[in-house]
């Protein structure tokens, strides 16, 4: 299994290459998987899902007594990873009324759901009230106005935070850094001042603290401390959320920090700058739930010109992030991991009618034809949750194995599915 090996860190715990020669994940044969369940598939590793989230509560018990670990559900939406997060312990980031419907029918108490979002709508927020969330996060004086409206006409008084941008961006993608001042997101540090102010005033909200995030697929840490320490110049309060943010391997070639290293970060930083008596809340996405999956999908053609074109049964209707990011991938075929990193370099092309729709770019693969599954691993995170129906694809199934079992949680889109709303 030498090639794989190089790869051990990038697929799902446990992943190994079977008598057979197969990839196999979560205990089931992926080439099976694919003749059983069809391509593309999101095929996971249950029990991966739950070591990250084991080593996120463990490395802040070893650290701090008083914290909770959210998952940040836009990184994957679906009932069966809320099931399986709520089980463990965690509690609930939603970034809409539709991830709180999710998060409520997935299981998670209301009590233990935190809602976000830079635009909220009045809907949206007189939904999360009624059910009774939480936590809401603050993201602009209106946002202010309105929570405390509802509230107010309610008679409740809303635990809230607020979300400030310290001016310290995540070294990352443009697109996915958040913490700099010139942000859609929160307020800036002089705003945020006024809303502390604001909200002292308040009979209907109940400021319990502060919340950033600066950024996403963060593979270096340095980022957090001078942004800890913006916020410790706001005042005291209770409760601290230092967002998400950790990156991870999509190619062999990556090594992120491990998530004892990223919370021994954060918790210093805590400790150092603010104090050690806090509620401590942290909100990691990706970095849960990104290794956990693989995608298959079947070659369909392969096509050789000035490049080679190897022509899979999805494309950026299952995983948009090559295009919007410019992220790289692995890709291997599912009957010869061993071979991965070997063969001919080619391009891993969707079937989308646009010349971007590119999964993977100059990957060596191992003589390419109609018929193989071919694997992109570390597809969790912002795959599933970011498919959509271009060209009329359905949408992939989601495929849960564990101990050998495996079992559909969503299931794949059909024709009639994307007829159901035309009228
Ligand atoms: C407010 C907030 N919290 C948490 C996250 C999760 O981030 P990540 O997936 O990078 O851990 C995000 C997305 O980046 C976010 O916007
Ligand atoms: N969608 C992004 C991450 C968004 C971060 C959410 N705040 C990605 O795929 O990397």
Excluded at 157 to 171: D, E, F, K, M
Excluded at 244 to 267: F, R, W
Excluded at 307 to 327: A, E, H, I, Q
Aim: charged share 25%; with cysteine.
């Amino acid at each position: 299994m030498a090639a794989t090996q190089q790869l051990t860190h990038v697929l799902p715990l446990g992943s190994r290459v079977n008598e057979r020669g197969n990839l196999e994940i979560g205990g089931c044969d992926t080439v099976e998987l694919a003749r059983e369940f069809g391509t593309p598939a999101f095929v996971v590793a249950e029990d991966d899902i739950c070591a990250r989230a084991r080593a996120y509560v463990e490395a802040l018990r070893a650290r701090h007594d008083d914290f909770d670990v959210l998952f940040a559900s836009k990184a994957f939406p679906c009932t069966a990873v809320y099931r399986v997060l709520a089980e463990e312990g965690l509690v609930c980031d939603v970034a809409s009324g539709g991830e709180l419907h999710l998060a409520l029918r997935g299981g998670f108490d209301a009590k233990r759901i935190y809602l976000h979002g830079n635009a909220k709508s009045l809907a949206e927020l007189e939904q999360a009230i009624d059910a009774g969330v939480g936590h809401i996060v603050l993201d602009s004086f209106m946002d202010v106005d309105r929570v405390e409206q509802v509230a107010a006409a309610r008679g409740v008084t809303q635990a809230v935070l607020i979300r400030v941008t310290p001016g310290v961006a995540g070294r990352t993608h443009a697109k996915i850094s958040t913490g700099q001042a010139d942000s859609k997101f929160g307020f800036g540090l002089d705003d945020a001042r006024l809303a502390i102010e604001r909200l002292r005033g308040s009979d209907s909200l109940d400021l319990v603290g502060l919340h950033m995030h600066i950024g996403s697929q963060l593979l270096s840490l340095d980022a957090y401390r001078p942004a800890v320490e913006a916020l410790a110049a706001l005042g005291d309060f209770s409760t601290y959320n230092f967002g998400g943010g950790l990156g991870v391997a999509y190619t062999a070639g990556q090594q992120p920090p491990a998530i004892e290293e990223y919370v021994e970060e954060k918790v210093r930083a805590l400790h150092e700058l603010i104090g050690t008596g806090k509620r401590l809340l942290i909100e990691p996405g990706r970095s849960l739930v990104a290794n956990s999956t693989v995608t298959l999908y079947s070659v369909e053609t392969v096509k050789r010109n000035v490049s080679t074109w190897v022509g899979v049964d999805g494309g950026m209707s299952d995983n948009l992030r090559p295009m919007l990011y410019g992220s790289v991938y692995e890709a291997f075929f599912a009957d010869r991991p061993e071979l991965a990193g070997s063969g001919e370099t080619a391009h891993v092309a969707g079937k989308h009618c646009e010349s971007g729709d590119v999964i993977v770019r100059d990957v060596p693969l191992a003589d390419p034809k109609p018929g193989d599954i071919l694997v992109t691993p570390a597809t969790g995170a912002y795959g599933h949750a970011m498919a959509n129906n271009y060209n009329g694809i359905p949408r992939p199934p989601v495929i849960f194995c564990k101990d050998g079992d495996a079992r559909v949680v969503v299931r794949r889109e059909t024709y009639d599915d994307l007829a159901r709303r035309d009228v």
